[in-house]
């Protein structure tokens, strides 16, 4: 289902929660939700269609990947760049990282491990950052 677009900044400064199998349907709202704002959205956090849970969702070209209770094992190559966001106006400056590794559970619930780099690299870590409240 679309939801709307939470920009209550308070409300995404709060710290999501872990996610479980019962939560398979808001990755659904999250495909949708992105779907929907596809020209101006490469990726989301649950907590920006009002759920606090740790499930995000990063567009890797012709498909979107959603992960659940995602984390980030290891990164390298840090640089300085400036990052956009659905739920704020402007761009603000931030420190991201050219390679990361990354772990979540699929749809299936199995668990995953995969090496992002550049761009979409920095969509992950842009809605992982979303899930312990931070807004860039
Ligand atoms: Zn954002």
Redesign the pocket.
């Known amino acids: 289902m679309v939801k709307q677009i939470v920009r209550d900044v308070f409300f995404l400064s709060q710290k999501s929660e872990p996610a479980t199998k019962e939560d398979l349907q808001i990755g659904r709202d999250l495909q949708d939700t992105l779907q929907a704002n596809r020209e101006r959205c490469v990726?989301?956090?649950a907590n920006?269609i009002g759920v606090k849970k740790n499930i995000i969702i990063v567009n890797m070209g012709m498909i979107d990947v959603v992960m659940f209770n995602p984390a980030i094992v290891s990164k390298r190559g840090s640089y300085e760049t400036e990052?956009g966001?659905?739920?704020?106006d402007g761009v603000r400056k931030t420190t991201r990282y050219q390679d990361i590794e990354v772990e979540y559970y699929d749809f299936n619930w199995k668990k995953q491990r995969q090496k992002l780099s550049g761009w979409t690299a920095q969509i992950a870590q842009?809605?992982i950052d979303?899930l312990s409240g931070k807004?860039?």
Do not use: V
Not at 85 to 88: I, P, T, Y
């Open positions: 990726g989301m956090a920006m990052e966001c659905l739920s704020l842009h809605e979303h807004i860039i």
